[in-house]
């Protein structure tokens, strides 16, 4: 069964609509939704290679904008938007903690948050509610994305062959560790940050 999913990942990963489905996922999961673009941009970099650098570019630009939309629910739809979502990750009390850190440490704290599992719409609605200088927090969003995305297509690009045939070998324990990095990032929200 699993086999079979994998099988179809990567061809739907080959296809023509893959661009559009990665920047799709990517923006939205910048604002609102749970689960991560690497979910999409790891079996298509693996299954079209020389394209890395072009589908990091897209998940980087998507989830920059998407950041923006997380920026905008929580700088003017916090109660009725930026709660309810905050309320879904279990974060909703993190804001005065996460507004003492970027108040603390600045843009690095947007990068830092950025390039980890934590999910990034946690942290663009924080910066809004928080009202980040929009320059800055649009600076660091773009660091703190490309470096994350640009990092895996780099491993994936160099690295591909090999990690496509460990996948392909140990594809159950594979999708073991993304799923306990999934949620770990959720657990990681609710108490870390």
């Given at each position: 069964?699993?086999?079979?999913?994998?099988?179809?990942?990567?061809?739907?990963?080959?296809?023509?609509?893959?661009?559009?489905?990665?920047?799709?996922?990517?923006?939205?999961?910048?604002?609102?939704?749970?689960?991560?673009?690497?979910?999409?941009?790891?079996?298509?970099?693996?299954s079209r290679r020389?394209?890395?650098?072009?589908?990091?570019?897209?998940?980087?630009?998507?989830?920059?904008?998407?950041?923006?939309?997380?920026?905008?629910?929580?700088?003017?739809?916090?109660?009725?938007?930026?709660?309810?979502?905050?309320k879904f990750y279990?974060?909703?009390?993190?804001?005065?903690?996460?507004?003492?850190?970027?108040?603390?440490?600045?843009?690095?704290?947007?990068?830092?948050?950025?390039?980890?599992?934590?999910?990034?719409?946690?942290?663009?609605?924080?910066?809004?509610?928080?009202?980040?200088?929009?320059?800055?927090?649009?600076?660091?969003?773009?660091?703190?994305?490309?470096m994350r995305f640009?990092?895996?297509?780099?491993?994936?690009?160099?690295?591909?062959?090999?990690?496509?045939?460990?996948?392909?070998?140990?594809?159950?324990?594979?999708?073991?560790?993304?799923?306990?990095?999934?949620?770990?990032?959720?657990?990681?929200?609710?108490?870390?940050?």
């Amino acid at each position: 069964m699993l086999r079979g999913l994998y099988d179809w990942t990567m061809r739907k990963a080959a296809s023509d609509k893959a661009p559009a489905a990665l920047a799709g996922v990517s923006f939205v999961e910048s604002s609102f939704f749970p689960i991560p673009p690497d979910i999409m941009l790891i079996p298509m970099i693996l299954s079209r290679r020389e394209k890395a650098w072009w589908y990091a570019t897209i998940a980087t630009v998507a989830s920059v904008l998407g950041g923006l939309l997380g920026y905008a629910i929580g700088y003017f739809l916090y109660d009725s938007v930026g709660l309810p979502i905050l309320k879904f990750y279990g974060r909703e009390h993190a804001l005065d903690s996460f507004m003492a850190f970027v108040r603390d440490y600045g843009v690095p704290a947007v990068i830092i948050k950025g390039m980890t599992p934590i999910p990034y719409k946690v942290v663009t609605i924080a910066a809004g509610v928080g009202h980040m200088d929009l320059l800055s927090f649009i600076g660091a969003s773009i660091l703190a994305r490309a470096m994350r995305f640009f990092l895996v297509a780099g491993l994936l690009y160099f690295a591909g062959e090999p990690i496509r045939a460990f996948i392909e070998t140990r594809l159950t324990l594979v999708l073991t560790v993304f799923f306990v990095l999934l949620v770990g990032g959720f657990v990681a929200v609710r108490y870390i940050f």
